[in-house]
């Protein structure tokens, strides 16, 4: 996916040339997977292509905003939304979730981020790809921060973790007020380990769901799983 300047979905196509973070399968499974039909409103928090955002809108009729920091993200992101069936009601803004959440007033029943990873790791040269992977401009703490500000009483924060990442993740918004509801372990193939997990938190403690999914059969032949989760949006399974 990565290697493209666009990316074909069923409904919309994605332009992601001038996009640091192109799509990947983690945004992908994200977007498929978030359940939006109770929300009357959604925020994607680190917006990137617009990829999020268009996903969510397909499957719900509600308004949809986006954030992003990075000016031609923002452009590209906003020319990706202009083209799409739902441009009447996406909108993005370009500015940090931080100075986002301080001019805003109301609240979101669904917000998605499939955030920065590589707090621990060497950080990338180019400064745009530092900004995409690594968490120099969005680190969990201002993530959960953001969330809990800007989450209605009854809504869900969803967001795509490497499993390592994800215990410090918890411990870190269970500190702020955010309590894992679900979580959806994802494996590459059955017989590997657990690589990434999609996190549910809302305001109030409830009885953790927790449920297994596996991406492959083998090298790139999808599951039963996963041909369904994408089949509303992936042109060829």
């Known amino acids: 996916m990565a ?50 955002a268009l996903m969510l809108a397909q499957r719900s009729t509600c308004w949809v905003d986006a954030v992003e920091i990075d000016r031609d993200t923002v452009c590209q992101a906003e020319a990706n939304m202009l083209q799409s069936p739902w441009r009447g009601r996406l ?22 981020s499939n955030p920065p990873y590589y707090s621990q790791s060497q950080l990338s040269v180019q400064r ?29 924060f969803h967001l795509i973790l490497p499993f390592l990442e994800t215990q410090r993740f918890i411990d870190i918004a269970v500190e702020q007020g955010l309590f ?19 996190l549910s938190l809302s305001h109030h403690t409830k009885t953790l ?4 999914f596996v991406l492959y059969q083998d090298h790139q032949v999808y599951t039963h799983q996963a041909r369904t989760l994408f089949s509303p949006y992936y042109l060829a399974l």
């Open 128 to 156: 745009k790809k530092k900004i995409a992977w690594h968490d120099v401009t969005l680190n969990f703490y201002d993530l959960v921060h953001a969330a809990k500000r800007l989450l209605s009483n009854e809504g869900t």
């Open 3 to 52: 290697g493209r300047g666009y990316f074909q979905f069923k409904q919309f196509q994605v332009n992601q040339e001038h996009c640091a973070m192109k799509i990947t399968t983690d945004s992908c499974l994200l977007g498929a997977y978030v359940p939006v039909g109770q929300a009357s409103t959604i925020l994607d928090i680190g917006a990137g292509t617009g990829v999020l």
């Open 180 to 198: 894992p509801v679900e979580r959806l372990n994802i494996a590459p193939q059955a017989d590997r380990p657990v690589n990434r997990v999609i």
């Open 91 to 112: 909108q993005i803004y370009e500015a940090s979730v931080q100075n986002f959440m301080g001019g805003r007033v109301e609240q979101y029943d669904c917000i998605v």
């Open 209 to 212: 769901i927790e449920k297994d």
